[in-house]
């Protein structure tokens, strides 16, 4: 069979690449004495030989080439082919290590030059609207409403061990010590001796968990990237935020409003579909993120102390402070005369109390002075105020800068709570609530019988009744138990750690507007919603639309919504606000990447109008996963291709997998990235509010070219005889399960169907099997089903890509996923299908429909290669793949050997490390 030739842009090598060179090649030769030092000679002899047959098979991408690797795989036996996969797999790390080390320096370096600012940038973000007409008055406008909330989530692709997580941040703040300045002869000794410690540690670490994850677990990796990037890193660019208001003659009052970005968690109160999380994990997540920020106010004043030992009889203070001071009771001789550090004292103490009370942490250094608690995170950020007040106003604001500045900032940032806990369940499992609740309180025996009208006529009713359905002395289901529990659990520690611990409540596959309705019923239960005269909603009620169907749906939901009396005065106390979340994984299961895409961009479109006609600011909280397939790709360009009106300021969404680590893992990488979020918010809110482009034609195009995706995919994916079995043949997925890599189950419930596997595990295989198909799958039909051999259409299409960022955007990914597939890779995988005659017939559909999408690229982009625009990307791919490859082949072999019957734990390891091996060399396979 002729498989398409690699289409991949041949990037030269440069001169500002030898740094990224010089350190992978460094890496890699401490990897390879540590292969040889803890697995012999013989291992790394066969990993160099692969490797060197990898490369030639990279380079001439003949089939002899491919078999000669093959071969070399086959021959090795369970432990040998461990061994070198280890080494593959810990080589793709070391190589993103070096990647990431080469970014920053290459950013530091731009900026050294003094060129126009980087795009991500806020300054490069003012410079475009600047550019495309837009008043310093309108930028301000958008500027002060942006609010965006990147959510923590755990998910199955998340596969590195923290171990490893923490030796990796070692090496590469290790490895990038050496651009900081020139080291002497015995400095650079030191540097290497150390840098190969940890990579003989690497080494000698096991990749793979011996336990399955429970979700306390996963709570302690989220929270681990606060210490390492966010506490720190938010701060500064708050800082950067407000000097770029300041710059468009922002007030003071408006600066101090100012909220660009703060955390989100869903770890710890996400139930759909995890039996394990419950009210014990939420309140665990609770305290353990407070533990974290309130250790890191503690911290922060200690060394605030040190800094600021300014004496009394040289400077003068302000009444207040002085009264601050005077209330520290702090009676040490060494600080009588130095009122700044009295008052810090004092600050420490009523911190160590409150950290003790609230979360049991036992200040270190404990605090020479007693103190008393603080109500809350306001009562401490007055305190700071108090201080800043006082240097501001006595000729040192210099000294405000720096650590005061950033204590401040990060106190209205993440107060006592550190991140907002998002609830989230399945709306049947609220539905079979309510219709218990309804039964044992005599009011409905059969809620289930009942049409939407009748549903939401009754929930209304008994939203206004004041009296409580549940009574703890009739016997009640475990569910509803649990579910009572996990709500009243988080009206308490809303109490304890601040309402903006727990704000939203979001219903999986809602589907109706008595699904929303449900869910308030179980607030009211809980002292969290009534209606009736004092009538309140604690939580935002955010319904998840995540099929295809309930995308086109969720207008007709929300309006119905809105129309409710009860609801709009919840609103109206919420600032007639509301967030619906939009499901981007199980829409492209359900109807490709296309289909998904253009369906999200329409919902948004259509409810952004309904919310306005509503009196409603409607936001969105984008469930995007790391993949393309899963929505995932460059945040900055995603952003910006939202449709006009619906990023009025406030965007949240979600990080997931392997991104995690990616993106934040890294403190100066976390802040790029970070900033990339808020500037794209920021671009998109002022582009937006004087939108004047009109793409109705195109959009004509893009619904008419949905529909034939659709189509295409359905085609493939639910109509075609036997295409679940050549997808769990063809792909690990079997395998993915039976790794200790997530506490939520793979599928929805015991089931074969695709319908009912998880769209996270659903894109990872294809991911491992180097074929990627949820990514681009039925584009290829769909753009040449619609131009055809019509030139004018083609011209279209190629207007669409230069001037509308929706479509931009689409094609950007869909090159960008197309440059990561490999059908020589894949056809290896396919000859695993059992029914060799099924495996082709599928596999030949697969091949027609990426050579067609191709193809249909390169006429609309005019490049005739991937990745043309982006080629750090292309030579990354290039550099990886004769470390990829392998992995595949040998994951292939050990395969073949497990599904015929050897189970033995090295054939098992060998397989789940080259998964892991693989999801860090591809980055954002999950």
């Known amino acids: 069979?002729?498989?398409?030739?690699?289409?991949?842009?041949?990037?030269?090598?440069?001169?500002?690449?030898?740094?990224?060179?010089?350190?992978?090649?460094?890496?890699?030769?401490?990897?390879?004495?540590?292969?040889?030092?803890?697995?012999?000679?013989?291992?790394?002899?066969?990993?160099?030989?692969?490797?060197?047959?990898?490369?030639?098979?990279?380079?001439?991408?003949?089939?002899?080439?491919?078999?000669?690797?093959?071969?070399?795989?086959?021959?090795?036996?369970?432990?040998?082919?461990?061994?070198?996969?280890?080494?593959?797999?810990?080589?793709?790390?070391?190589?993103?290590?070096?990647?990431?080390?080469?970014?920053?320096?290459?950013?530091?370096?731009?900026?050294?030059?003094?060129?126009?600012?980087?795009?991500g940038t806020i300054a490069r973000a003012l410079l475009n609207l600047k550019n495309r007409g837009v008043s310093a008055a309108d930028a301000l406008k958008a500027l002060v409403r942006v609010s965006v909330v990147p959510v923590l989530?755990?998910?199955?692709?998340?596969?590195?061990?923290?171990?490893?997580?923490?030796?990796?941040?070692?090496?590469?703040?290790?490895?990038?010590?050496?651009?900081?300045?020139?080291?002497?002869?015995?400095?650079?000794?030191?540097?290497?001796?150390?840098?190969?410690?940890?990579?003989?540690?690497?080494?000698?670490?096991?990749?793979?968990?011996?336990?399955?994850?429970?979700?306390?677990?996963?709570?302690?990796?989220?929270?681990?990237?606060y210490a390492v990037t966010f506490l720190q890193r938010i701060p500064a660019l708050v800082s950067r935020y407000e000097q770029a208001a300041q710059s468009l003659g922002a007030?003071?009052?408006?600066?101090?409003?100012?909220?660009?970005?703060?955390?989100?968690?869903?770890?710890?109160?996400?139930?759909?579909?995890?039996?394990?999380?419950?009210?014990?994990?939420?309140?665990?997540?609770?305290?353990?993120?407070?533990?974290?920020?309130?250790?890191?106010?503690?911290?922060?004043?200690?060394?605030?102390?040190?800094?600021?030992?300014?004496?009394?009889?040289?400077?003068?203070?302000?009444?207040?402070l002085l009264q601050l001071a005077q209330r520290a009771r702090d009676e040490s001789p060494h600080r009588a005369n130095e009122p700044y550090r009295q008052a810090i004292v004092g600050m420490y103490a009523r911190m160590a109390a409150t950290a003790l009370r609230l979360c049991g942490v036992i200040a270190a250094p404990a605090s020479p002075v007693s103190g008393e608690v603080y109500s809350d995170a306001q009562a401490f950020a007055a305190d700071l105020d108090v201080m800043i007040e006082s240097l501001n106003a006595h000729n040192s604001a210099a000294l405000v800068q720096g650590r005061l500045r950033h204590l401040r900032q990060a106190v209205h940032v993440f107060g006592f709570h550190l991140a907002t806990i998002d609830l989230r369940q399945n709306s049947d499992v609220h539905e079979a609530c309510v219709a218990e609740l309804l039964r044992s309180a005599g009011v409905h025996a059969d809620y289930l019988s009942l049409n939407e009208a009748q549903r939401c006529e009754l929930l209304l009713a008994q939203l206004h009744n004041p009296r409580l359905l549940h009574n703890p002395w009739l016997a009640q289901s475990a569910v509803?138990?649990?579910?009572?529990?996990?709500?009243?659990?988080?009206?308490?520690?809303?109490?304890?750690?601040?309402a903006r611990l727990i704000e939203q409540?979001?219903?999986?596959?809602?589907?109706?507007?008595?699904?929303?309705?449900?869910?308030?019923?179980?607030?009211?239960?809980?002292?969290?919603?009534?209606?009736?005269?004092?009538?309140?909603?604690?939580?935002?009620?955010?319904?998840?639309?995540?099929?295809?169907?309930?995308?086109?749906?969720?207008?007709?939901?929300?309006?119905?919504?809105?129309?409710?009396?009860?609801v709009q005065t919840w609103l109206a106390a919420r600032g007639h606000t509301q967030e619906v979340m939009l499901g981007y994984s199980d829409s492209n299961k359900d109807g490709g990447f296309l289909?998904?895409?253009?369906?999200?961009?329409?919902?948004?479109?259509?409810?952004?109008?309904?919310?306005q006609s509503a009196n409603v600011s409607m936001s969105f909280f984008h469930g995007r996963g790391g993949s393309v397939g899963r929505g995932g790709g460059p945040s900055y360009e995603a952003i910006l291709a939202q449709p006009a009106g619906s990023v009025a300021g406030r965007i949240r969404l979600t990080e997931q997998g392997e991104v995690i680590g990616a993106k934040y893992g890294d403190p100066d990488l976390g802040l790029r990235n970070l900033e990339t979020l808020v500037a794209a918010g920021l671009e998109a809110s002022a582009a937006h509010e004087s939108a004047s482009n009109d793409w109705r034609e195109f959009e004509c195009a893009m619904r008419e070219m949905s529909e034939l995706s659709f189509k295409a995919y359905r085609k493939l994916v639910y109509e075609t005889d036997g295409f679940t079995d050549f997808f769990r043949a063809a792909t690990p997925i079997n395998e993915i399960a039976q790794l200790?890599?997530?506490?939520?189950?793979?599928?929805?419930?015991?089931?074969?169907?695709?319908?009912?596997?998880?769209a996270i595990p659903w894109v990872f295989s294809w991911s491992q099997a180097r074929m990627m198909l949820p990514g681009w799958y039925g584009v290829g039909s769909a753009f040449h089903g619609w131009a055809g051999d019509q030139p004018e259409r083609l011209l279209m299409l190629q207007h669409m890509y230069k001037t509308w960022p929706f479509f931009k955007s689409v094609v950007s990914n869909i090159d960008m996923v197309l440059a990561k597939t490999d059908l020589a890779i894949a056809s290896r995988y396919v000859e695993m299908v059992p029914d060799a005659a099924l495996g082709q017939r599928i596999f030949n559909?697969?091949?027609?429909?990426?050579?067609?999408?191709?193809?249909?690229?390169?006429?609309?982009?005019?490049?005739?290669?991937?990745?043309?625009?982006?080629?750090?990307?292309?030579?990354?791919?290039?550099?990886?793949?004769?470390?990829?490859?392998?992995?595949?082949?040998?994951?292939?072999?050990?395969?073949?050997?497990?599904?015929?019957?050897?189970?033995?734990?090295?054939?098992?390891?060998?397989?789940?490390?080259?998964?892991?091996?693989?999801?860090?060399?591809?980055?954002?396979?999950?």
């Open 1 to 119: 069979m002729n498989l398409p030739a690699s289409t991949l842009l041949n990037v030269a090598l440069d001169a500002k690449q030898q740094p990224l060179i010089d350190d992978t090649r460094l890496l890699g030769a401490l990897l390879g004495n540590a292969l040889r030092t803890h697995a012999g000679q013989a291992a790394f002899e066969h990993t160099e030989q692969i490797r060197q047959a990898a490369v030639l098979f990279r380079k001439s991408e003949s089939g002899a080439a491919r078999d000669a690797l093959t071969r070399m795989c086959e021959a090795l036996n369970a432990g040998q082919a461990l061994r070198v996969i280890r080494a593959f797999s810990l080589f793709s790390q070391l190589a993103n290590i070096a990647e990431d080390v080469q970014q920053n320096r290459r950013r530091r370096a731009y900026r050294l030059k003094g060129a126009a600012p980087q795009t």
């Open 153 to 225: 989530t755990a998910h199955p692709t998340q596969v590195q061990r923290k171990s490893m997580l923490d030796l990796t941040r070692a090496l590469a703040q290790l490895l990038a010590r050496r651009d900081q300045g020139a080291m002497d002869e015995f400095e650079e000794a030191q540097w290497t001796q150390e840098l190969e410690r940890l990579v003989q540690t690497l080494w000698q670490t096991a990749i793979l968990r011996t336990s399955k994850l429970n979700v306390a677990d996963e709570i302690n990796n989220a929270v681990s990237y």
């Open 251 to 320: 007030t003071t009052a408006q600066i101090k409003a100012l909220q660009p970005l703060t955390m989100g968690m869903w770890i710890g109160g996400d139930r759909d579909g995890n039996p394990f999380v419950n009210q014990d994990t939420l309140d665990y997540c609770a305290h353990t993120q407070a533990v974290s920020v309130l250790t890191h106010y503690l911290a922060q004043l200690h060394a605030l102390g040190s800094e600021l030992p300014l004496a009394s009889t040289i400077v003068q203070v302000s009444e207040p």
């Open 480 to 498: 509803l138990v649990e579910e009572l529990a996990i709500f009243n659990r988080a009206r308490a520690l809303r109490a304890q750690f601040g």
């Open 505 to 566: 409540a979001i219903i999986s596959k809602a589907t109706s507007v008595s699904d929303m309705l449900e869910l308030a019923i179980m607030l009211k239960e809980s002292g969290l919603a009534a209606g009736g005269a004092q009538a309140f909603c604690a939580l935002d009620i955010v319904p998840l639309f995540e099929t295809i169907e309930d995308l086109q749906a969720a207008p007709d939901v929300m309006q119905a919504w809105f129309a409710i009396p009860l």
């Open 595 to 611: 289909t998904s895409n253009w369906s999200l961009y329409e919902a948004q479109q259509a409810l952004t109008r309904i919310a």
């Open 740 to 758: 200790n890599i997530g506490s939520r189950p793979s599928a929805r419930k015991p089931s074969a169907r695709i319908e009912d596997l998880r």
């Open 845 to 926: 559909q697969i091949v027609a429909e990426w050579q067609k999408t191709f193809n249909m690229l390169s006429a609309i982009t005019g490049q005739t290669v991937l990745l043309a625009d982006n080629p750090t990307l292309a030579r990354s791919l290039r550099n990886r793949l004769p470390y990829l490859d392998p992995l595949n082949h040998l994951q292939i072999e050990l395969l073949k050997r497990y599904r015929a019957g050897d189970d033995s734990v090295e054939v098992q390891n060998g397989i789940h490390i080259a998964i892991n091996g693989l999801a860090a060399g591809l980055r954002n396979s999950g």
